[in-house]
């Protein structure tokens, strides 16, 4: 079974433009979390849905940084405009069941922004 | 809002000592996972606990969870370099549904 796949793996990007990261979940689950990773702030919970509703954004950062997801097999985040210290590797992970299930992770997208 | 601790950041092992990483949370968790990170790759679930003083084993390593259900340790018994990766433990606070907080990993390096 295909797991968690995120694109894109790698992005380089200007200040001020916009980046679109994309998650598919694996099939059957319902729950969808972003985490962003940096080496100074570890390993941080953005937003999760749940049902594809968000049930907690409290992690978003600001207002340059919004996520969606449409359908169960679906979410993106978006940053815009970008800026140096949104650089970090960004993973989806998706669970089956809300509160007590394993979280599978993909291999994540590394943002850097210069 | 909820935190969750782990110590120590770092840890250098030979090859056959034994390793140890600890998970405190600001408050009383309702479950506390583990995950795995190797270096350059996504964190990988090892396991979770929910019962109040549960330990759990596989093959080396140890799980537990305070009888507080407030911290959680991991132990690994005589490491391989195949241990090497960053720990993770993960708590979803009582009361807070979905959310699952990471603490900030614990990077273990063995030396052969």
């Known amino acids: 079974d295909a797991g968690v796949i995120q694109s894109p793996r790698h992005e380089v990007t200007e200040m001020g433009q916009e980046v679109t990261l994309r998650c598919k979940p694996i099939?059957?689950?319902?729950?969808l979390f972003w985490y962003r990773q940096t080496m100074m702030r570890g390993l941080e919970l953005l937003i999760y849905f749940n049902n594809n509703v968000p049930i907690d954004d409290s992690g978003m950062p600001e207002d340059r940084f919004s996520a969606k997801m449409p359908n169960a097999s679906f979410s993106t985040l978006k940053i815009q405009p970008s800026e140096p210290r949104d650089s970090a590797v960004y993973f989806c992970?998706?669970?089956?069941?809300?509160?007590?299930?394993?979280?599978?992770f993909g291999e994540g997208s590394r943002l850097t922004v210069l | 809002g909820q935190q969750v601790m782990q110590i120590p950041q770092y840890q250098h092992v030979q090859e056959g000592e034994d390793f140890t990483t600890y998970c405190n949370s600001s408050t009383t968790l309702s479950n506390i996972q583990w995950y795995k990170q190797r270096p350059g790759g996504h964190p990988v679930f090892l396991i979770q606990l929910v019962k109040s003083g549960e330990v759990k084993k596989q093959k080396r390593l140890t799980f537990q969870f305070g009888e507080a259900k407030k911290n959680s340790s991991l132990h690994i018994t005589a490491t391989q370099t195949t241990d090497v990766g960053t720990y993770f433990c993960a708590g979803r606070g009582a009361n807070q549904g979905g959310k699952l907080i990471f603490g900030q990993g614990t990077e273990l390096s063995v030396k052969p």
């Open positions: 992970a998706s669970s089956l069941g809300h509160a007590t299930g394993e979280l599978f």
């Open positions: 099939s059957g689950h319902n729950s």
